[in-house]
């Protein structure tokens, strides 16, 4: 389902991340989540981190240049900067775009895991194995800029979206929880070791928790919009 139309003027500059009124139209509504807004929540995510330098939340643009780079031989322009080697999580949103010269075309949304201490990537697919081919390509060449070390590649347990549209919010939720878990172990003094997430995302994660965070997303939005410009936001108010 396509989004309202609307006004592209911009409503909200967050960490490196810029969201406009189109975006917040899609956050109203049911609708597929675009690049933007996994960014801006990527953006949310890692200004919240109390470990910032351990976690890397990919953004879409970037993730997806990675995988389709035209020329691969090339990659490391594009790899080296995010300084793959010295982190214990990176997070990749995956997208299924087959058109590079598309802007924000593909239909569905899954999330990329590497996780440095167990040399493991792992992919979480709310559908399933829908987005496989695209997370393995990535994988592939990822993995090439992490040393020697051959890493493995494997799917994780991911709660099933029941409708087209929430990928992106599986993405969002899974990414939230994966970073809310390493902190943790991280207090604890065990994120050196081999402990995954998968206990904590099949205890925390439902299909009524996911659905939620669009309500929460909302609010966050009308939240940061207010702290930078209470005009704007009485009128997203308004709109709602």
Same mark, same amino acid.
């Given at each position: 389902?396509?989004?309202?139309?609307?006004?592209?003027?911009?409503?909200?500059?967050?960490?490196?991340?810029?969201?406009?009124? %189109?975006?917040? +139209?899609? /956050?109203?509504?049911?609708?597929?989540?675009? @690049?933007?807004?996994? =960014?801006?929540?990527?953006?949310? $995510?890692?200004?919240?981190?109390?470990?910032?330098?351990?976690?890397?939340?990919?953004?879409?643009?970037?993730?997806?240049?990675?995988?389709?780079?035209?020329?691969?031989?090339?990659?490391?322009?594009?790899?080296?900067?995010?300084?793959?080697?010295?982190?214990?999580?990176?997070?990749?949103?995956?997208?299924?775009?087959?058109?590079?010269?598309?802007?924000?075309?593909? %239909?569905?949304? +899954?999330? /990329?895991?590497?996780?440095?201490?167990?040399? @493991?990537?792992?992919? =979480?697919?709310?559908?399933?194995? $829908?987005?496989?081919?695209?997370?393995?390509?990535?994988?592939?060449?990822?993995?090439?800029?992490?040393?020697?070390?051959?890493?493995?590649?494997?799917?994780?347990?991911?709660?099933?979206?029941?409708?087209?549209?929430?990928?992106?919010?599986?993405?969002?939720?899974?990414?939230?929880?994966?970073?809310?878990?390493?902190?943790?172990?991280?207090?604890?003094?065990?994120?050196?070791?081999?402990?995954?997430?998968?206990?904590?995302?099949?205890?925390?994660?439902?299909?009524?928790?996911?659905?939620?965070?669009?309500?929460?997303?909302?609010?966050?939005?009308?939240?940061?919009?207010?702290?930078?410009?209470?005009?704007?936001?009485?009128?997203?108010?308004?709109?709602?």
């Amino acid at each position: 389902m396509a989004p309202p139309s609307g006004d592209d003027d911009r409503i909200l500059t967050h960490g490196d991340s810029t969201l406009v009124r %189109s975006d917040f +139209s899609i /956050l109203r509504g049911p609708h597929y989540l675009n @690049d933007r807004l996994i =960014h801006f929540f990527f953006s949310h $995510l890692a200004v919240s981190c109390s470990y910032p330098d351990d976690i890397l939340l990919v953004p879409p643009s970037i993730a997806y240049l990675i995988a389709n780079y035209p020329d691969p031989t090339s990659l490391s322009d594009v790899v080296a900067p995010l300084k793959l080697r010295n982190k214990a999580l990176v997070l990749f949103p995956v997208n299924d775009n087959p058109d590079v010269n598309l802007a924000e075309g593909g %239909s569905h949304w +899954s999330l /990329l895991i590497c996780h440095v201490p167990s040399r @493991d990537f792992v992919h =979480h697919d709310s559908s399933g194995c $829908l987005n496989s081919v695209h997370a393995y390509k990535l994988y592939q060449l990822v993995q090439h800029f992490l040393g020697d070390i051959q890493f493995g590649y494997h799917d994780g347990p991911t709660p099933r979206q029941t409708n087209g549209y929430d990928c992106g919010l599986y993405v969002m939720a899974i990414a939230r929880c994966v970073c809310e878990w390493y902190c943790k172990v991280k207090n604890n003094g065990s994120a050196d070791g081999k402990e995954k997430w998968f206990d904590v995302l099949r205890e925390q994660l439902n299909g009524d928790k996911v659905h939620e965070l669009r309500g929460e997303l909302l609010s966050l939005v009308l939240r940061l919009t207010q702290q930078n410009d209470s005009k704007k936001s009485t009128q997203l108010i308004l709109e709602l």
